[in-house]
């Protein structure tokens, strides 16, 4: 008989295997793409996970290793208590804090939470839902940051992991802000994913829950009107107002006078004691009317100066949303077409797509690179490298999302610096925002941290002090111009895009007609 033969598959396998660890090793774990995952926004896909499952376990330490401290969730719980016992008054629906402010969407979704946490009695169990919230609230907030690849995943680690502050406001004190601000970055997220009515049920929703989130309103109406046109606009309004009349129906059929007073005064005076950003003022000056009304001015004329930026920003955006329709299934085609023609012949690296951007998208491509490299060192959507192993084609559109985000954020930042009073709670406002308007500006990254650093102390004192509130208005002060700066500075560099290629333009055609005259002579 013949001898039997050797069998080598085990070693085989090994060797594959350890080749593979080689490689897995040989590519991740270097200086290299530690670098990737620190400094280049295009990692925060990556980042965002190691960043959700750090929160996670810094929100159970802080449940368990902070005590809780009792503010306003009694006080909710009395107002829902008093509607699940059938009161339909706004007038008559309080707690110890005083009466109900807010709208119905707040009364149901604190009325649920009541049910849940045994009558609001169980607040352990009530701290996990809210970090529950949180940890959902910070995957859409980093989703929008990984689209715009506009900040370095290190400054939304260093925000997030060290503001004592937002970790306190949804974990220890249990406020009804996280709850809007989850539904308004909800209600971002789909209108950047072209989902409008949902996203308007979102907004809406977030409405409902608390006022404040209508500083956004200016941006989305001019993002409706560019994005859908007039008669589409209409509808999604429509859709806002009808989901507002739906949640107030109980309230509104019985006592609508006391509910559209309690639930939207836009008069209502807050308490001298709390604010974080008057506190240098007498409580005198803080409480008049006229001081209410010049800080309104101010905000309706900041709000006019950025309309025209804004516009034109959520303009581009449409003409580059545009393009990617027209452009992506041609690319998927020749993607299939040249898959295809590989099985066929030995690969190639192909050429590069035909579709070419319009004369106006490569104008404001140009300028919008010009004014992104200054702030962040990056450079505007161009078409992805085609790598000989992928032979795929590809264009990058996600960062034309930079210019409809810069605009809402900055449309609230622009209410909360213009605020009657700013209480602790309402950080949660505009925190997640501030890297990103903080990396819109021209300023070195000594300033740029600088300004994160002084706001998170200012909202770290307590009780606030004249300088600490001072201080928070000189760097909103500095901030809003840092933004505006560079708005203006990139509008400036798209005006002389286009007349440098109008000029280039009628030159050529200069060019051909006397080719042409000389031809017929």
């Not at 008989?1 to 991740?28: C, E």
């Not at 009304?293 to 900041?302: A, Y």
Request: glycine share 4%; charged share 15%; net charge positive.
């Amino acid at each position: 008989m013949a001898p039997p033969r050797p069998n080598n598959r085990p070693v085989a396998r090994r060797k594959k295997s350890s080749n593979l660890l080689q490689t897995l090793l040989d590519k991740y774990v270097n200086w290299n793409f530690v670098k990737y995952l620190i400094f280049e926004p295009a990692a925060l896909p990556i980042v965002a996970v190691l960043i959700v499952l750090a929160e996670a376990l810094i929100n159970v330490l802080v449940i368990n290793r902070v005590p809780y401290t009792e503010i306003d969730w009694v006080a909710y719980m009395q107002e829902c208590e008093g509607f699940l016992n059938g009161t339909t008054n706004y007038a008559l629906l309080r707690g110890d804090t005083g009466p109900l402010v807010y709208p119905a969407a707040f009364v149901y979704i604190y009325s649920g939470l009541y049910y849940i946490t045994s009558h609001g009695t169980n607040v352990r169990l009530a701290q996990y839902i809210f970090a529950g919230i949180y940890l959902l609230q910070m995957s859409l907030v980093l989703r929008l940051y990984a689209k715009s690849r506009k900040v370095p995943p290190y400054v939304l680690v260093l925000s997030a992991f060290t503001s004592y502050r937002i970790h306190s406001i949804y974990v220890l004190r249990l406020f009804n802000d996280p709850v809007a601000i989850l539904l308004l970055y909800a209600s971002l997220n789909l209108f950047v994913d072209r989902r409008w009515t949902l996203g308007s049920v979102f907004f809406s929703l977030a409405v409902g829950v608390k006022m404040n989130i209508l500083l956004f309103a200016p941006a989305l109406f001019l993002f409706y009107l560019a994005n859908l046109g007039l008669l589409k606009t209409a509808l999604q309004l429509m859709i806002c107002a009808v989901i507002q009349v739906l949640l107030g129906a109980p309230f509104l059929i019985t006592h609508p006078v006391e509910y559209l007073r309690g639930s939207f005064d836009l008069g209502r005076i807050f308490e001298h004691k709390w604010t974080v950003n008057y506190r240098f003022l007498s409580r005198e000056f803080f409480e008049q009317r006229e001081f209410h009304l010049c800080l309104l001015g101010v905000h309706l004329l900041l709000l006019l100066c950025f309309a025209k930026p804004t516009w034109t920003f959520f303009m581009s955006y449409v003409r580059l949303r545009k393009v990617q329709d027209q452009l992506l299934p041609q690319i998927e085609r020749k993607n299939r077409e040249q898959q295809k023609e590989n099985q066929r012949k030995p690969k190639q690296l192909p050429k590069e797509p035909d579709e070419q951007l319009s004369g106006e998208q490569k104008s404001f491509l140009k300028a919008f690179e010009k004014g992104l490299q200054k702030s962040t060192g990056k450079k505007a959507p161009q078409p992805a490298p085609v790598e000989p192993q992928s032979e795929r084609y590809g264009i990058n559109f996600d960062q034309c999302i930079q210019l409809a985000l810069l605009p809402f954020f900055l449309s609230n930042f622009i209410g909360v610096a213009c605020a009657r009073s700013l209480h602790y709670q309402f950080y949660v406002w505009y925190f997640h925002t501030l890297p990103y308007l903080v990396w819109s500006t021209p300023y070195s990254l000594g300033v740029r941290y600088l300004l994160l650093g002084i706001i998170e102390y200012c909202w770290n004192t307590y009780p606030s002090t004249n300088v600490s509130s001072i201080a928070l208005h000189l760097c909103h002060l500095v901030l809003l111009v840092g933004v505006a700066r560079q708005i203006f500075s990139t509008m400036r560099l798209n005006a002389t895009v286009k007349r440098q290629e109008a000029a280039t333009l009628q030159n050529g055609q200069a060019t051909k007609t006397t080719v042409t005259s000389k031809k017929l002579q």
